[in-house]
């Protein structure tokens, strides 16, 4: 007797677990498949995008595709706090110009990833990342309490920031500002003066999207597919009490259960941080069982090329893809092509 035909033809070869998580690879045609069919692939009533990467092509579905923008918040990237042009705000141009109008266009889900902390998470937050904050702000211009691009140099600060648990103004000498302490007033590009409220505070302006990345998140809630925001305490969005534990954990932080509740397998990673936030998150990502794409040219930071070369070769080798936000937009542009002859 004849064996039983194999499930899918013999020049694809099946990486993971079929009946949890998996990819397929096709040597024929040299394109990994992540679109993790509920059905066999090979009757397809659901839209693929196809999308070249640093190394071999890609498949994807769409619906159950997130973009993850991390950390494009005013603290990162207000001039108004003496924060000067660099790749953050070109990559945050580009996820706006392509990125965006591309996963609208596609259906995927865009999901803003930022620091935010409560009360309870500043009091519990341990000394690494009340030391980072410190350092960071000491590097802004913020001089007697006020915050202006005009300042001249970060080598010439003083600090005169409120404790929250004080009304009165702390001397550089006394404290260091931190997690949770006032910034003091804020002179935008428009002269309006403004409080920057307390440091990564949740609703907070210093905490808030950067501005144009705000007024498209706010355009996108009177669209059909309205952009998501989740706070992060963590450089990993996706950090938890819990280790992560594979696609079968019903657990995990509410990004992770938000996904999970939408189908959504496959995240493509851009934003500020491509070292810190959009690293660490993107591991971690990968950890929970997601899929993870990285859009080079929509991630910024302030570390040099080297460390730059360093995430895109490890993501590329041990966690997932490398392609661009350029791609994805002429990627789109091929499938909504393709679906309407």
Not at 142 to 149: K, N, P, V
Not at 188 to 198: A, C, E, S, T
Not at 216 to 222: L, V, Y
Not at 302 to 308: H, K, N, P
Request: charged fraction near 20%; hydrophobic fraction near 35%.
């Amino acid at each position: 007797m004849a064996p039983p035909p194999p499930p899918y033809p013999s020049n694809e070869i099946t990486l993971g677990n079929p009946k949890r998580s998996c990819w397929t690879f096709d040597s024929s045609t040299g394109f990994y498949d992540l679109t993790h069919p509920t059905r066999s692939r090979h009757s397809r009533s659901y839209p693929c995008l196809r999308l070249k990467t640093t190394t071999e092509p890609i498949i994807v579905n769409p619906h159950k595709c997130a973009l993850i923008v991390v950390d494009l918040q005013n603290l990162f990237l207000s001039r108004a706090l003496g924060n000067r042009q660099s790749t953050l705000h070109h990559a945050e141009e580009t996820l706006r110009m392509l990125a965006y109008p591309a996963a609208r266009e596609a259906g995927i889900q865009i999901v803003h990833l930022t620091w935010g902390f409560t009360e309870e998470e500043i009091r519990s937050a341990p000394p690494p990342i009340l030391r980072r904050f410190g350092t960071l702000l000491d590097r802004m211009n913020i001089q007697q309490g006020t915050c202006s691009s005009s300042a001249s140099s970060a080598s010439s600060l003083s600090f005169s920031v409120k404790s929250p648990t004080s009304p009165t103004l702390l001397k550089p000498t006394m404290a260091k500002p931190t997690l949770g302490d006032e910034i003091g007033p804020v002179t935008l590009w428009n002269k309006q003066i403004i409080l920057g409220g307390r440091l990564l505070v949740r609703n907070t302006w210093n905490a808030d999207l950067y501005e144009s990345t705000r007024r498209a998140f706010t355009a996108s809630h009177d669209t059909p597919l309205p952009d998501a925001r989740f706070h992060k305490t963590r450089p990993s969005g996706f950090f938890w009490g819990g280790a992560p534990s594979g696609s079968g954990d019903a657990g995990g932080p509410d990004i992770v259960r938000y996904l999970r509740a939408r189908g959504i397998t496959t995240l493509f990673f851009g934003g500020a941080g491509t070292e810190a936030g959009i690293w660490a998150s993107a591991q971690d990502a990968c950890n929970w069982g997601f899929d993870v794409v990285l859009l080079a040219d929509g991630c910024g930071t302030t570390a040099g090329e080297d460390m730059v070369r360093m995430v895109e070769d490890s993501c590329a080798e041990d966690v997932g893809f490398v392609t661009s936000c350029e791609e994805l937009a002429r990627g789109v542009a091929g499938m909504v092509g393709a679906e309407k002859r």
